[in-house]
């Protein structure tokens, strides 16, 4: 019994010190790697300071992009794609200087690589003990790599805030907030000549958000309806077999191109709306909001349908159970009990819905226009937010102007707006998780 109890504790210390060893060789590696990217990360740009310093003063002399050209040459003398048998001896003697360069790098890398590798070893072999508890180590590490992710991610989202809101004010210095806010004229201008008529621009946002508002209602009223009763008729009444096959299918929406949905939109809905329209007496322009928004609704319906399908299925079977036991159809059932157990998760996906149709671009380009138009009738063409950024930041484009600034202002302005719906969004799903839950 006492050799049996031996040779399990000396199996389970052997299984214990391989796992510390591979948990341990593990963190060595990934050093290693880290070592790696740094040093591919710079080693380009610091053999080309060396390279400049060791050039004649006159190539140094150089402009930048003259200098540039200088560089982009040496390496290709270095590649052998020039060929010529005219080459300056300074152009020579560096392309020779970088291809000693370069091998040094690579045979330093490769000597600290092995280097490091021994020391690992080295070290890993000392530090393995019974007492160690390397996934400890590893876990914390891990913990720490997650931290710099997400910090990284949530500096990223301030530095985006910070650029827009700073190019956002240097536009307000130049146009009053009121007159942007209140204004109901959008035509921004570029003063061309000092004399120019109408240099000055209108740059009043309400017809723009105005025009984003009515798209946007227009394909929530397609998307919503139609998404969410898929989506019960395949979580509650559809067979297994047909679901299978039918939500797919219904997803291919989703990876469809806009710039199809916008060919689509221009050349089938919007004729269809304007003679349809004609037919009964009503002017419809042949680029219109009803178009777009309706294309655009049915281009979001997955975005409603699979998340609230994914919700419904998660509503737990005792809810359905309970509801069924006092007596319910399976249509008060739906009413009365799942769909407002399930509304936190549907609002969620109505909300990504609105996201969606707040941030279209091509689909309104090719169906409603880019006239800023103030009116709430959905037959006649207007524009959108995304339209207008996209419109201002074309081309070759000055930053000191206000046509080009008023980008930033109305992106301002968009994540403003898709702050507040996000805050009601969460105050109705705190509201009803707390009642549910």
């Known amino acids: 019994m006492m050799g049996m109890a031996e040779s399990d504790h000396a199996s389970s210390l052997k299984k214990c010190q391989d796992k510390q060893l591979y948990f341990l060789s593990s963190s060595s590696s990934f050093s290693r790697a880290a070592i790696l990217a740094f040093w591919l990360m710079f080693e380009s740009s610091i053999i080309t300071d060396l390279v400049i310093a060791s050039l004649p003063q006159e190539l140094q002399n150089l402009p930048s992009d003259r200098l540039n050209l200088v560089i982009n040459d040496i390496k290709n003398l270095v590649k052998g794609n020039i060929v010529s048998g005219s080459i300056d001896p300074a152009m020579q003697s560096a392309a020779e200087h970088y291809r000693n360069l370069v091998s040094t790098s690579h045979a330093s ?20 003990t019974p007492r160690l508890r390397a996934r400890n180590h590893v876990e914390r590490v891990i913990q720490y790599l997650l931290i710099a992710c997400s910090t990284i991610a949530i500096f990223t989202t301030i530095g985006i805030v910070l650029s827009v809101l700073y190019e956002a004010i240097r536009f307000f210095k130049m146009v009053s907030p009121a007159d942007f806010i ?19 621009g209108s740059f009043g946002a309400i017809p723009v958000f105005m025009g984003t508002m009515l798209i946007s209602a227009i394909a929530m009223c397609v998307a919503v309806p139609i998404g969410l009763m898929s989506a019960i008729y395949l979580s509650e009444y559809s067979t297994p ?43 419809v322009s042949s680029e219109s909001a009803l178009a777009a928004g309706l294309v655009m609704g049915i281009m ?49 996906g109505v909300l990504l819905a609105v996201s969606r149709a707040i941030g279209e671009t091509m689909i309104v380009v090719m169906a409603a226009g880019m006239a800023a138009n103030l009116t709430v009738n959905p037959l006649e063409t207007v524009t959108t937010v995304t339209v207008q ?49």
Do not use: C, H
């Open 241 to 283: 077999s047909f679901r299978n096959i039918a939500k797919p299918l219904l997803e291919i929406l989703a990876g469809i191109p806009t710039v199809v949905y916008g060919f689509f939109a221009a050349l089938v809905v919007a004729p269809v709306i304007r003679d349809t329209g004609g037919l009964i007496g009503l002017d």
């Open 182 to 200: 209140t204004g109901l004229e959008w035509s921004p201008q570029i003063s061309i000549r000092a004399d120019q008529v109408g240099s000055s």
């Open 109 to 128: 890398l490769a000597v600290i690589a092995i280097v490091m590798a021994i020391g690992g070893m080295l070290v890993i072999r000392q530090s393995i």
């Open 389 to 437: 950024i996209v419109t201002l930041l074309v081309g070759d484009q000055e930053f000191d102007s206000a046509k080009t600034l008023a980008a930033f202002a109305l992106g301002l302005m968009l994540f403003v707006i898709t702050l507040i719906l996000n805050v009601i969004a969460l105050v109705v799903v705190r509201r009803y998780r707390e009642q549910y839950e």
């Open 300 to 348: 979001i319906i997955p975005f409603v349908s699979s998340l609230s399908d994914d919700v419904i299925n998660a509503v737990p079977m005792s809810l359905r159970e309970g509801a069924y036991g006092l007596g319910s159809t399976k249509s008060e059932t739906i009413r009365l009990v799942i769909i407002p157990a399930a509304l936190p998760g549907i609002v969620g």
